[in-house]
């Protein structure tokens, strides 16, 4: 009997009091949250506060959990004050998720809608981008740039921006952002109708709630630089081309350069790349105040944010804030959102083309000149790169004010009226300064000159809707009623003037030469009117129905053709409520999906059913006088109309094993017809380079988007892994203008790279085809007739069809910017010890099957002129060893013999023209990139409490850190060289990086701080 007391005794000794706190992943206290003893009876929940008391003893498990949150099983230690972190269910069949004008439980939806996790979007500087590029299957990003689900059209391709119900909302800071969903097929897109085509990314912001006013701090900064450099030759290396180009000429020829005739003593040379090139920084903040009752509630957050290019002379600032509020009293309900901007860019014209040819023999500066910048020689004619960033500079300035004001009221029990009414203004002002300067003989502009122009553009949005909801037994309805309308009002003046007194005094009226004062103005306007309607059905949970309707009318389109009708309907069947399910418990949820409907497109320029013309700079002497002319600008078509796109998606939603593991597949059939294309017609009709548009054309994209996760919590252990996947099929149907449309021009040669052809995918490359280098005389021979000029290391190109003439006729298809599927995965995991939480995370993002025509090989693989050149053209074939003996210097230079490779011989001029469009230039572009790595730690509770503080995390991380990838350019992520077309995607070099600038390195730190 005494040895069981002293057991008892033993075993009650070991009992103590557990003081714990329940909190979410953001580090809010959770209320209300169920605490169980595993084994036992004994349970508990959390107060106001997400704290709780029990005793317990080491060794014990306890069972958290609550609703919305994944369960987590703690292991008690020796600590007597734990506190433990719940992850949001993110498949809760609770879930509501936004829908275009209005909202819908997750489980519900019966359309293709992906909902993105707003966790990871603090977790990286540009956070939305990156997140929409790695985990959302059929999302393709390439510099900015967002395609869903292929390229529908010729132009344009951007999904609508919808942000808290505004069509075309300013993107919000990624800490104000609630939740974001993608909107992917017809079903989910047709309630926007013409602007549905691409695509629509709904966002949501934060809002206040009731309770006590917090302040919410989020800040980081980082520095970056070029993710990967392209090297090029040194000094001596290119005096040694140079002088082998001259060499491969003529052999007899005497007049090589004197300042090249020694290689070995000019060394190292110079490198203008380098000196263009920085370690750019960045940094941003967002500190937000919250709070509110249950009736009014606000959010109010400013940001301040720097960024330094990795590009010498450009920076800009950004300032913004945005309020927040929401007003109930009694059925009446009133909010809005409204965020205004500001940012200031500094910057000057820099060609990298230019820096890339300069010559590495030539120093960079030149203390005897004006300008303290050397000028160009030794046979490079080009300008100095690094003096134009520093002899000219640009401001802009953008100003804009955007967002929505919104009441609603219940008219009856489920019957809501709500009216929206939106604003988009931005104001925009240009400043653009050319310095009176003398760099070199190639480079000279006097007298001085500037430019100004200003532009403001006003966008009106009202919306009135109905929604109707009720529940009849099993039934339950909600229907949705609207009409819209937007306007649109652009005015622009720009002008210009030489000659100021001063680089300080940039005033338009100060120039001395009057003549040279020159003025210009501009004005649009575009309008849309808009009916709209929906329909859900849900039978017992089980069978789902949705119908969605818009009609929309613009002004972009004649009378007769105005109005458009935008119909959709899906349906749904959630498997998993059927009663035979429960003989499947691991299945949690099991639904098909399906989807049909008509989307359009209007996105052409203004004015386009009627003749245009042009007042801008026209002016002809009609008896010695000047007088204003007009110059016709745009043909007419009447006839022109929507471009309309068909819509198919059948999809299958998976999770098992208590929600832990979910899948969803999709497959979708997308066909654009009615094409808006701009089709060539002779000059001779009196229009410059402004073609009519015409609808005529048809194109279909194919594909599945398939998604996968599983995620679990094991005592203080979670862990989130997740993947997808996306395939396309790109086919053009049908085309006018003899079914081909030529594009994609390079520089220089103006040569159309790109082909668009019935059978094939937009915007393939277009040019010869090669045969490797010639390599023995009988391919010299066998080629004469029309390679009268080729030597050995030239390159071959392939008379396709055999008429010893090459020419047009022998081009061919070179490949597809198109990639075969585009994919990414992404980790999470966090460890929730007593001293605090650690958390990993990463991103990873790549495509497979996708090619790049990479021009900028064009000068950096030339070697026809004196241009510096890529260091892989030290790999340049020779036929024979070459023993070089200077005429001017007497310097003896050894060229080895080189047959194994790829890259021509050097000779000046290119008499073979090896340079034409082909196949040499283009490269695969697959690329897997780890586009985020993020490391964190998060302050334990005891802590926090002490401070007073509900949450403060710090972390640190690296972006775009590890590439893999065959191309040899700047960066495989090439983006298109114009916005409003996809027929020039994937050139890499077709401007001087302008919108394909080179994604950079970049490593960051931040903190999170909530009081």
């Given amino acids: 009997m005494a040895s069981m007391l002293m057991s008892i005794g033993r075993l009650s000794a070991q009992e103590k009091v557990i003081h714990g706190k329940i909190v979410s992943d953001q580090g809010k206290p959770i209320i209300g949250a169920s605490i169980k003893v595993k084994d036992k009876t004994l349970s508990t929940s959390t107060n106001e506060k997400g704290e709780f008391v029990l005793k317990l003893n080491p060794g014990e498990t306890i069972i958290v959990s609550n609703v919305g949150y994944n369960h987590v099983e703690y292991v008690i230690g020796n600590s007597s004050e734990i506190s433990i972190s719940l992850v949001a269910s993110e498949i809760a069949v609770d879930e509501v998720v936004v829908v275009g004008y209005g909202k819908q439980k997750k489980v519900d939806l019966t359309s293709s809608i992906a909902v993105v996790d707003t966790k990871d979007l603090v977790k990286v500087p540009g956070g939305t981008i990156a997140t929409l590029q790695s985990a ?16 529908g059209s010729i132009n344009g391709t951007d999904p609508l921006y919808v942000v808290d119900g505004m069509i075309g909302g300013a993107m919000p800071d990624e800490n104000n952002i609630a939740s974001i969903q993608v909107l992917k097929d017809a ?66 020829r005497q007049d090589y350069l004197a300042a090249l005739s020694k290689p070995s003593a000019i060394g190292q040379g110079y490198n203008m790349m380098n000196e263009l090139l920085q370690t750019g920084n960045y940094q941003r903040h967002n500190l937000s105040v919250s709070g509110g009752s249950q009736n009014a509630n606000f959010r109010l957050s400013g940001i301040y944010a720097t960024d330094k290019s990795i590009i010498i002379q450009d920076k800009n600032k950004y300032y913004g804030t945005q309020f927040i509020s929401d007003f109930t009293k009694g059925k009446l309900k009133i909010g809005e959102t409204l965020s ?44 100095s790169a690094l003096a134009n960033a520093y002899l000219n500079k640009n401001v802009n300035d953008n100003f804009s004010v955007n967002g929505n004001a919104w009441a609603t009221y219940e008219i009856i029990k489920g019957l809501v009226y709500k009216f929206n009414m939106g604003i988009d203004l931005s104001r925009v ?66 002008a210009g003037a030489r000659g100021l007194p001063s680089p300080d005094v940039l005033i338009l009226n100060s120039a001395s030469l009057a003549s040279s004062r020159l003025v210009g103005s501009g004005v649009g306007q575009s309008a849309m009117y808009s009916m709209l309607g929906r329909i859900n059905y849900n039978y017992d949970n089980r069978y789902l129905l949705t119908f969605n309707m818009r009609r929309d009318g613009s002004a972009n389109f004649s009378n007769q053709y105005r109005y458009g009708n935008f119909p959709s309907v899906s349906a749904g069947w959630r498997i998993s409520q059927e009663s035979f399910m429960k003989a499947f418990p691991a299945i949690s949820e099991l639904k098909l999906r399906g ?37 016709p600008q745009t043909p007419s078509n009447p006839n022109v109309k929507w471009e309309s796109q068909y819509s198919t998606d059948l999809g299958l939603d998976l999770e098992l094993f208590d929600h832990k593991l979910a899948l969803t597949v999709d497959y979708y059939n997308k066909k654009t017809e009615d094409m808006l294309i701009n089709v060539p017609i002779s000059f001779t009709a009196g229009y410059v380079n402004n073609f009519p548009v015409l609808n005529a054309g048809s194109i279909r994209n194919r594909g599945w988007d398939i998604l996968a996760s599983y995620k679990d919590q094991v005592g203080n252990f979670g862990y989130r892994i997740g993947a997808n996947i996306s395939f396309v099929k790109n086919r053009v149907l049908s085309l006018g203008n003899n079914n081909e449309i030529l594009w994609g021009s390079i520089s220089p040669g103006g040569e159309n790279v790109t082909r668009t052809a019935v059978g094939r995918s937009v915007g393939e490359f277009w040019g010869y085809t090669t045969n490797g280098l010639y390599t023995n005389q009988a391919q010299l021979d066998e080629d004469k007739a029309f390679a009268p000029n080729a030597a050995l290391g030239d390159v071959r190109f392939n008379d396709r069809n055999g008429d010893k003439v090459l020419n047009d006729q022998d081009k061919d298809f070179l490949g597809s910017p198109i990639p075969d599927f585009s994919y990414g995965f992404n980790a999470d995991v966090s460890y929730n010890s007593a001293i605090g939480m650690f958390d990993l995370s990463m991103m990873w993002q790549g495509s497979q099957g996708n090619d790049i025509y990479n021009n ?27 023993i070089f003996k200077n005429p001017v210097s007497g310097e003896t230079t050894v060229y080895p013999k080189n047959t194994d490779t790829d890259i021509p011989r050097a000779v000046l001029g290119d008499p073979n023209q090896n340079l034409r469009a082909s196949n040499r230039f283009v490269e695969e572009g697959s690329y897997l990139r780890l586009k985020v790595v993020n490391i964190g730690y998060s302050f334990s509770s005891p802590t926090l409490d002490r401070w007073k503080i509900d949450r403060l995390r710090f972390y640190v991380g690296a972006k775009n850190l590890l590439t893999f990838t065959k191309y040899s350019g700047y960066d495989p992520e090439v983006g298109s060289g114009d916005t409003r077309s996809n027929l020039s995607r994937g050139i890499d070099g077709q401007t001087p990086w302008g919108l394909s600038f080179p994604n950079s390195k970049e490593y960051f730190f931040g903190i999170q701080i909530l009081f």
């Fill in 136 to 151: 959302v299957p059929g999302v393709q990003v390439t510099n900015g740039a967002i395609r869903i689900r292929g390229v």
């Fill in 187 to 252: 079903a989910s897109s047709a309630i926007y109708g013409a602007r549905g085509a691409n695509g629509v990314i709904l966002v949501t912001t934060k809002r206040g709630k009731a309770g006590d006013v917090k302040l919410d701090y989020n800040a980081f900064a980082g520095i970056k630089n070029i993710s990967h450099n392209v090297p090029l030759l040194n000094g001596q290396q290119l005096a040694e081309l140079i002088n082998e180009e001259m060499y491969n000429k003529d052999p007899s």
């Fill in 340 to 383: 205004l901007g500001y940012t200031r860019r500094n910057w000057s014209d820099k060609n990298i083309i230019d820096a890339q040819k300069w010559s590495s023999t030539l120093p960079l500066y030149d203390a005897n000149s004006s300008t303290g910048f050397a000028g160009a020689g030794n046979g490079t004619d080009v300008q």
């Fill in 856 to 882: 900028s090989r064009y000068w950096g693989e030339g070697m026809y002129h004196y241009y510096n050149n890529f260091a892989s053209t030290l790999d340049r074939y020779r036929a024979e060893e070459i």
């Fill in 595 to 631: 989807s049909y409907g008509l989307l359009g497109n209007s996105d052409i320029a203004q004015y386009q059913y009627q003749r245009t013309v042009s007042f801008d700079h026209v002016w002809y002497y009609l008896n010695n006088v000047m007088v204003t002319g007009a110059l």
């Fill in 429 to 494: 002002r240009n400043e653009g300064y050319i310095g009176n300067y003398s760099v070199g003989q190639y480079q000279n502009h006097s007298p001085d000159e500037l430019n100004i122009s200003s532009s403001q553009n006003n966008r009106w949005l009202f919306e009135n809707t109905l929604t109707y909801e009720n529940n009849f037994g099993k039934h339950a309805i909600s229907a949705l009623a609207g009409i819209t309308s937007e306007e649109s009002r652009y005015n622009a003046v720009n």
